[in-house]
């Protein structure tokens, strides 16, 4: 168990609808990550954040959001969803973005399936 | 090309076999490098990491990196089939404030009894 949570554990919803993932990062943990994984393109980064403000994004959506809260949990928006939103989605905590390889603890992940 | 390339497999081998895992890379800024392990429906886990050029053992599990290739390997002595999952190469370059990692697709190992 890496320490860090993720809520729900499987979602199912229809094209064009709204959730959110829920992610708690391991006690201590300053940074969150997100990515997404599929089968066709793997582990994707999709965003970075440290203490409550965005650090770096990657090959986000428009059509996805996130942020990190003051309790420094963080959530994940994903809006007019579609079939190709299906995949997993990880969320990864570290102690804190300055120098050194500051591992990443990834959490049991989000299953979304988009029908 | 994709930053970082790593052969799917599936790789089958028997149990007490040596394996090897293999990544290559385009991005000659990157200058960190991981191997996570996944079993299925799990996240993905740390098992190694490697900085620059070099060599780094951990009991079983030995990582190499060479930057002048842009190739770093994954080698696993006396697999057992606990060692059944899928091996992700990452990597990301010197940080500044951003610590992206960029991730292989993954090879899916299975260590037959």
């Known amino acids: 168990d890496s320490g860090v949570t993720q809520t729900p554990k499987h979602l199912i919803t229809a094209t064009g609808q709204r959730v959110t993932l829920r992610c708690s990062p391991r006690?201590?943990?300053?940074?969150v990550y997100w990515y997404q994984q599929s089968l066709d393109q793997g582990l994707q980064f999709l965003i970075q954040?440290?203490?409550?403000?965005?650090?770096a994004k990657g090959n986000i959506l428009e059509r996805f959001s996130a942020q990190q809260f003051p309790d420094l949990h963080s959530e994940l928006n994903l809006s007019s969803l579609e079939l190709g939103d299906s995949a997993l989605y990880f969320c990864?905590?570290?102690?804190?973005?300055?120098?050194?390889?500051?591992?990443?603890?990834f959490g049991p992940g989000t299953r979304l399936t988009v029908t | 090309q994709k930053e970082v390339e790593q052969d799917p497999g599936p790789l089958s081998v028997p149990e007490g076999a040596i394996v090897s895992l293999n990544c290559t890379y385009s991005?000659?800024?990157?200058?960190?490098f991981m191997w996570y392990r996944q079993y299925s429906r799990k996240g993905p886990e740390l098992l190694m990491y490697?900085?620059?050029?070099g060599n780094k053992e951990d009991g079983r599990f030995t990582a190499q990196v060479d930057k002048s290739s842009k190739y770093i390997s994954l080698f696993i002595r006396d697999s057992q089939p606990s060692d059944s999952a899928t091996y992700l190469c990452?990597?990301?370059?010197?940080?500044?404030?951003?610590?992206?990692?960029?991730f292989g697709k993954g090879t899916l190992l299975t260590v037959n009894p």
């Open positions: 990864a905590s570290s102690v804190g973005p300055s120098g050194g390889v500051y591992e990443q603890y």
């Open positions: 006690s201590g943990d300053l940074s």
């Open positions: 954040y440290y203490n409550g403000e965005e650090r």
């Open positions: 991005n000659s800024a990157f200058q960190y």
């Open positions: 490697t900085y620059s050029s």
């Open positions: 990452a990597m990301r370059d010197s940080g500044g404030s951003n610590y992206k990692l960029t």
